[in-house]
């Protein structure tokens, strides 16, 4: 039985080559998804995940940190 569904990503997020993305899941803001890895469940804000299933690396970053630094690029 196959299943489809809507994945949303959010702005400034990742995913890395050969990443599969099963449906209904959603990659936050500034997430990153390493490559090779299976997403099941949604990435937070601010999150690195890798593996299969894929797991949270580390802590989640500060999103305020994060955006401040975005716009600093620009």
């Known amino acids: ?3 489809t569904g809507p994945v949303t990503f959010h702005r ?16 936050g803001f500034a997430a990153f998804v390493a490559p090779m890895s299976l997403v099941r469940r ?6 690195t995940v890798f593996g299969a299933p894929a797991r949270r690396i580390g802590k989640p970053r ?4 994060v955006e ?4 600093e690029q620009v």
């Open 42 to 47: 949604s990435v937070r804000d601010c999150t």
């Open 62 to 65: 500060n999103r305020q940190q």
């Open 1 to 3: 039985v196959l299943k």
């Open 68 to 71: 401040r630094r975005l716009e």
């Open 12 to 27: 400034h997020c990742g995913v890395g080559a050969g990443a599969i993305i099963m449906p209904n899941v959603e990659i």
